[in-house]
């Protein structure tokens, strides 16, 4: 099976704080993605990586970086956090086909932001 | 640039009756289409796909959807729901604009099933 882990399922952080969201999958695919959800909105892609050291910017890029230094790990940073970004994020990973490109979601971490 | 338009935010129906969920899209490529579930407190689960062959699509726990290219559409059925079906659910294109990487989601369907 595979397995799209994210560090943490709550988190709690104050404005102006920098923060790591994690996440890990273990099925050596080569795209991995972060979205957030919130409610009426569905899903929205911040940023994906198709490679090691390689992303690009989805949708919501504003507010938000991203690290990937090894093809298993990709991160979400919060630079200074602020409270419009409290929300679900998730992490979810794919293979690099052109036929397929079903993504498989880690269990989402909710961060709020006070 | 692709977009996905699920009609009804609620939906509600009785345990035993018809499920549909309505979804639209829109690409300016072949579109591979999605459907996932979320239960509570969860990440999302892949329930069926369309990539390209045969246009009705079977996935879990009995749901199957139709891609329709004349109407734009991908609508999720199940003949008989179950009380455990209750869930939010997305409907998802693959994204031209990431050269089909990432999925474009739709905002979500909450199936309500009445005992």
């Known amino acids: 099976d595979v397995k799209v882990t994210q560090s943490s399922r709550y988190l709690v952080k104050r404005t102006g704080e920098k923060v790591f969201l994690e996440c890990v999958q273990d099925m050596d695919h080569e795209n991995m993605f972060w979205y957030r959800q919130d409610p009426g909105l569905g899903l929205r892609l911040i940023y994906f990586s198709y490679d090691v050291k390689m992303k690009e910017k989805g949708d919501i890029p504003e507010g938000y970086s991203v690290s990937r230094e090894k093809k298993e790990r990709f991160s979400l940073i919060l630079e200074s956090a602020s409270t419009n970004q409290t929300s679900m994020y998730l992490c979810?990973?794919?293979?690099?086909?052109?036929?397929?490109?079903?993504?498989?979601f880690g269990q989402g971490t909710r961060l709020t932001v006070v | 640039a692709q977009s996905v338009t699920q009609l009804g935010s609620h939906v509600s129906v009785s345990e035993g009756a018809l499920v549909l969920l309505r979804c639209n899209y829109s690409s300016s490529v072949p579109p591979y289409l999605f459907w996932y579930v979320q239960y509570p407190n969860q990440g999302l689960q892949l329930l069926l796909k369309?990539?390209?062959?045969?246009?009705l699509v079977k996935g879990i726990n009995g749901f199957e959807a139709e891609f329709k290219k004349s109407e734009t559409s991908f609508h999720l059925t199940k003949p008989s729901a179950h009380m455990s079906d209750a869930a939010e659910y997305f409907c998802?294109?693959?994204?031209?604009?990431?050269?089909?990487?990432?999925?474009?989601f739709g905002s979500g369907t909450r199936l309500q099933v009445q005992p």
């Open positions: 998802a294109v693959s994204g031209e604009d990431t050269g089909r990487r990432a999925l474009t």
């Open positions: 369309y990539t390209t062959g045969a246009t």
């Open positions: 979810a990973s794919s293979f690099n086909s052109n036929i397929n490109t079903e993504a498989f």
